[in-house]
């Protein structure tokens, strides 16, 4: 079991030697952890240590970015904090007029955990910050969450690296089901609202779709009652980060109803978002989730999305899933 984040990171500090090299090692830290989802974060770094604002970001700056803004922060006091938290965001979103890049979302990580008023401050400030700079979304990691994504099988190396005295904590991780022949999905609902939302190849979202619908088939066939409830809550917070996402793209919609990069943004937060108590997943079976949630009529891509659901005929995605593995099945048995 991983101590508290307090000790955690006090200890991460202490190891480090000094603070400066504690601070320097946070943003690796931050930046490793981001990796495990998305392998191409990176960072920036110009003469005199000029960086725009950016600790680590996906994206392309000649485009658009997601940046997350490490903060080396063992405790958070007031003002002190707030200041230097808003003159990073603010030469941030100075450097990205300046040089014509779009920041799309920022994130701040932080080791220490807020008090109540400056948690609500960070919410009212990042709301407003959110609404005026047209982000879609400023989120915070702190503590608690930082240690928790370092629980997850898929950090264990990151773990092993910065906390080597604490990495010989394991935990069984679900496998991912793959399929040869993912043909049969082709008019899926769930396939259809990518396509309507102007996405040609979807043999990717196909797969991502099979592991997870794999997973819950897994899950059901062994009775894991505990595991099923997991399930079901990573599919509501899912749900969830899928709506906030549509809404604010919502205004931005072009003619056809196709919201830019709403895809992209969605998928990308689920593979990366926490596992529920009870089960530890790959960021296959997370970003499956999305596409299982559109193809149940939960969610989908495009403004008019509810009409596409609601006057779909194709394939069951889900029929073709369970015709897959008892074809598999029977062939191991074979």
Request: proline share 3%; charged share 20%.
């Given at each position: 079991?991983?101590?508290?984040?307090?000790?955690?990171?006090?200890?991460?500090?202490?190891?480090?030697?000094?603070?400066?090299?504690?601070?320097a090692n946070f943003q690796m830290l931050v930046t490793d952890l981001i990796a495990v989802r998305h392998p191409t974060a990176n960072e920036v770094a110009?003469?005199?240590?000029?960086?725009?604002?950016?600790?680590?970001?996906?994206?392309?700056?000649?485009?658009?970015?997601?940046?997350?803004?490490?903060?080396?922060?063992?405790?958070?006091?007031?003002?002190?904090?707030?200041?230097?938290?808003?003159?990073?965001?603010?030469?941030?979103?100075?450097?990205?007029?300046?040089?014509?890049?779009?920041?799309?979302?920022?994130?701040?990580?932080?080791?220490?955990?807020?008090?109540?008023?400056?948690?609500?401050?960070?919410?009212?400030?990042?709301?407003?910050?959110?609404?005026?700079?047209?982000?879609?979304?400023?989120?915070?990691?702190?503590?608690?969450?930082?240690?928790?994504?370092?629980?997850?099988?898929?950090?264990?190396?990151?773990?092993?690296?910065?906390?080597?005295?604490?990495s010989g904590v394991t935990s069984s991780v679900e496998p991912v089901a793959t399929a040869t022949d993912l043909a049969g999905l082709e008019t899926a609902?769930?396939?259809?609202?990518?396509?309507?939302?102007?996405?040609?190849?979807?043999?990717?979202?196909?797969?991502?779709?099979?592991?997870?619908?794999?997973?819950?088939?897994?899950?059901?066939?062994?009775?894991?009652?505990?595991?099923?409830?997991?399930?079901?809550?990573?599919?509501?917070?899912?749900?969830?980060?899928?709506?906030?996402?549509?809404?604010?793209?919502?205004?931005?919609?072009?003619?056809?109803?196709?919201?830019?990069?709403?895809?992209?943004?969605?998928?990308?937060?689920?593979?990366?978002?926490?596992?529920?108590?009870?089960?530890?997943?790959?960021?296959?079976?997370?970003?499956?989730?999305?596409?299982?949630?559109?193809?149940?009529?939960?969610?989908?891509?495009?403004?008019?999305?509810?009409?596409?659901?609601?006057?779909?005929?194709?394939?069951?995605?889900?029929?073709?899933?369970?015709?897959?593995?008892?074809?598999?099945?029977?062939?191991?048995?074979?």
């Amino acid at each position: 079991m991983l101590p508290s984040h307090s000790v955690l990171f006090h200890q991460f500090q202490f190891e480090a030697g000094t603070e400066a090299s504690a601070r320097a090692n946070f943003q690796m830290l931050v930046t490793d952890l981001i990796a495990v989802r998305h392998p191409t974060a990176n960072e920036v770094a110009g003469p005199g240590g000029s960086d725009w604002g950016i600790d680590t970001y996906v994206g392309r700056l000649d485009e658009s970015v997601v940046v997350w803004q490490s903060k080396f922060f063992l405790t958070w006091t007031g003002e002190a904090q707030r200041g230097q938290v808003r003159k990073s965001f603010n030469e941030l979103m100075a450097k990205a007029a300046s040089e014509s890049f779009q920041v799309s979302a920022w994130t701040l990580c932080v080791p220490c955990v807020l008090p109540p008023s400056e948690q609500q401050w960070f919410d009212t400030w990042s709301a407003r910050m959110r609404r005026e700079r047209k982000l879609a979304r400023i989120g915070l990691w702190s503590g608690i969450q930082l240690r928790r994504q370092l629980m997850q099988q898929d950090a264990r190396a990151v773990l092993r690296e910065y906390f080597p005295q604490l990495s010989g904590v394991t935990s069984s991780v679900e496998p991912v089901a793959t399929a040869t022949d993912l043909a049969g999905l082709e008019t899926a609902l769930f396939v259809r609202q990518l396509e309507e939302a102007g996405y040609i190849e979807t043999d990717a979202a196909r797969g991502l779709f099979f592991a997870a619908e794999a997973l819950a088939r897994d899950l059901t066939s062994q009775g894991n009652l505990s595991g099923i409830a997991a399930l079901q809550e990573l599919h509501l917070e899912i749900h969830h980060l899928w709506e906030q996402r549509f809404n604010a793209s919502l205004p931005l919609a072009d003619g056809a109803g196709r919201m830019a990069r709403l895809i992209e943004h969605v998928v990308l937060a689920a593979a990366a978002s926490s596992d529920p108590d009870g089960l530890s997943l790959r960021p296959a079976h997370r970003s499956g989730i999305v596409h299982r949630l559109v193809e149940n009529s939960k969610a989908g891509w495009v403004k008019h999305w509810r009409d596409i659901a609601a006057g779909h005929e194709g394939v069951s995605a889900t029929d073709v899933v369970a015709t897959q593995l008892a074809i598999s099945k029977a062939s191991e048995l074979a």
